[in-house]
């Protein structure tokens, strides 16, 4: 799988910064790309793989990014390298730090390959082997069935990929319950502890579990790869009904007027306590579900969800920074996840007011820069259940540099940002 990727051409897009900002961003880019160059090399198969996806959109736009970057990038891991740790490693499925990971970057830059379904045909075999039993394990897109079916839409309209998705949609709706004016997704007690869930926080999570709202971990990341999968003409009458059933659940689980998000966190079983999110996030908060319900609404030809979605989104983009609770430029919880978000929702929408929140955050994201600290300047912030802080260094895809790498190159380049497909951030299919 040596040499540059198999997609010759790529979608033009409109950059998001310009002048003074792109020259900054591009900057930042490049101490980004050469300190990741420079470290060891990673030693999880995931991270080697997301790596070579940030070396392989420097080199989509070298006019964009900038020669540092550029020059930069040639150092950093091949996908050869992540594929061959791949054999040596006992990963789970997950799309986030499993097997699937490396496998959903073998698909994405090796579109066209005529070898591509021999080369992933073991991972297809072991999903499709997972998707035949009784599921017991989590529906979400980091560790779950929306992650799997993220993968078989990165591999559509493949051979493997048909069944993956049936498989993963079967699954989901035997696992959707009726709630409220549609179905929702239970995190069963049983794994709350996968999520770091505390059974304190609300009582009832330890009794019946709860239902989670957000992108990576809820009730969102299956809007949206249902979303994907009905635009995509993938998954039949199946994905549009229970796409139906549990956006029109999402859309009703607002917070109360007053609250601080639009929409809270989680919900107890029997919908009558919440616990608030602390940030307006890709993962967990507003901006996640604002993109969910966006995208349900296109692809099932709403109005009504496109503009609630919309209506959400832009209430985003009018909160101050300080009531944001962003604290890094991360792309999960920081500054460039928000900004990559509100642009995405921009492009969709026409909406010219998230155009200028996506520049302004990542003018924030910018001035969060430290040279001299971190990855290129960029430090991780994470916040502990007691409200306290820490920093940490971290060259990770959702929390870390190579996000922050990815989301930049995004913000600076003619190149459309195909690999937000992991974050669930496009919307795919015809306009």
């Known amino acids: 799988m040596s040499g540059p990727d198999a997609r010759s051409t790529h979608r033009e897009v409109g950059a998001l910064l310009a002048g003074p900002d792109a020259r900054a961003a591009r900057e930042a880019l490049g101490a980004v790309v050469r300190d990741l160059a420079e470290a060891p090399a990673p030693d999880h198969p995931g991270d080697l793989a997301l790596e070579a996806l940030l070396a392989a959109y420097v080199r989509r736009d070298p006019a964009g990014v900038g020669a540092e970057a550029l020059d930069?990038?040639?150092?950093?891991?091949?996908?050869?390298?992540?594929?061959?740790?791949?054999?040596?490693?006992?990963?789970?499925?997950?799309?986030?730090?499993?097997?699937?990971?490396?496998?959903?970057?073998?698909?994405?830059?090796?579109?066209?390959?005529?070898?591509?379904?021999?080369?992933?045909?073991?991972?297809?075999?072991?999903?499709?082997?997972?998707?035949?039993?009784?599921?017991?394990?989590?529906?979400?897109?980091?560790?779950?069935?929306?992650?799997?079916?993220?993968?078989?839409?990165?591999?559509?309209?493949?051979?493997?990929?048909?069944?993956?998705l049936d498989g993963a949609i079967r699954q989901l709706d035997a696992l959707a319950e009726p709630s409220g004016p549609g179905r929702a997704l239970r995190t069963p007690p049983s794994l709350a502890d996968l999520y770091g869930v505390s059974a304190s926080l609300l009582p009832a999570f330890a009794a019946e579990g709860y239902f989670e709202l957000g992108m990576a971990h809820g009730a969102a990341g299956a809007v949206s790869v249902l979303s994907r999968a009905v635009r995509a003409g993938a998954g039949g009458a199946r994905a549009r009904r229970l796409l139906s059933d549990l956006a029109a659940?999402?859309?009703?689980?607002?917070?109360?007027?007053?609250?601080?998000?639009?929409?809270?966190?989680?919900?107890?079983?029997?919908?009558?306590?919440?616990?608030?999110?602390?940030?307006?996030?890709?993962?967990?908060?507003?901006?996640?579900?604002?993109?969910?319900?966006?995208?349900?609404?296109?692809?099932?030809?709403?109005?009504?969800?496109?503009?609630?979605?919309?209506?959400?989104?832009?209430?985003?983009?009018?909160?101050?920074?300080?009531?944001?609770?962003?604290?890094?430029?991360?792309?999960?919880?920081?500054?460039?996840?928000?900004?990559?978000?509100?642009?995405?929702?921009?492009?969709?929408?026409?909406?010219?007011?998230?155009?200028?929140?996506?520049?302004?955050?990542?003018?924030?994201?910018?001035?969060?820069?430290?040279?001299?600290?971190?990855?290129?300047?960029?430090?991780?912030?994470?916040?502990?259940?007691?409200?306290?802080?820490?920093?940490?260094?971290?060259?990770?895809?959702?929390?870390?540099?190579?996000?922050?790498?990815?989301a930049l190159a995004a913000a600076i380049s003619h190149v459309d940002p195909g690999w937000d497909a992991l974050l669930l951030a496009n919307p795919g299919g015809p306009a």
């Open 72 to 164: 930069a990038a040639t150092a950093l891991p091949s996908l050869d390298d992540a594929v061959a740790l791949l054999g040596e490693a006992d990963l789970g499925f997950a799309l986030h730090r499993g097997f699937t990971e490396v496998a959903w970057v073998v698909a994405h830059l090796r579109r066209g390959d005529p070898d591509l379904d021999e080369m992933l045909a073991p991972v297809d075999e072991a999903l499709l082997s997972l998707l035949a039993g009784t599921w017991e394990g989590p529906f979400d897109l980091a560790f779950g069935l929306s992650g799997i079916a993220t993968y078989a839409l990165e591999r559509w309209p493949g051979t493997a990929a048909g069944a993956l």
């Open 249 to 406: 659940w999402l859309a009703a689980a607002a917070s109360p007027p007053g609250a601080p998000f639009a929409f809270p966190g989680r919900l107890t079983v029997g919908l009558d306590a919440r616990e608030d999110h602390r940030r307006a996030s890709w993962c967990k908060g507003d901006p996640g579900l604002a993109l969910a319900l966006f995208h349900a609404g296109r692809a099932l030809e709403r109005d009504d969800l496109r503009s609630r979605g919309l209506e959400v989104a832009r209430r985003v983009a009018a909160l101050p920074a300080e009531r944001t609770g962003v604290s890094d430029a991360c792309v999960c919880h920081g500054a460039l996840g928000l900004a990559h978000v509100l642009r995405r929702l921009h492009e969709a929408s026409g909406d010219e007011a998230l155009r200028e929140a996506a520049v302004r955050w990542a003018r924030t994201a910018l001035r969060m820069r430290q040279p001299g600290r971190g990855t290129g300047g960029f430090v991780a912030r994470f916040h502990r259940d007691d409200g306290s802080v820490y920093e940490a260094q971290d060259s990770s895809f959702l929390s870390g540099a190579v996000g922050i790498g990815l």
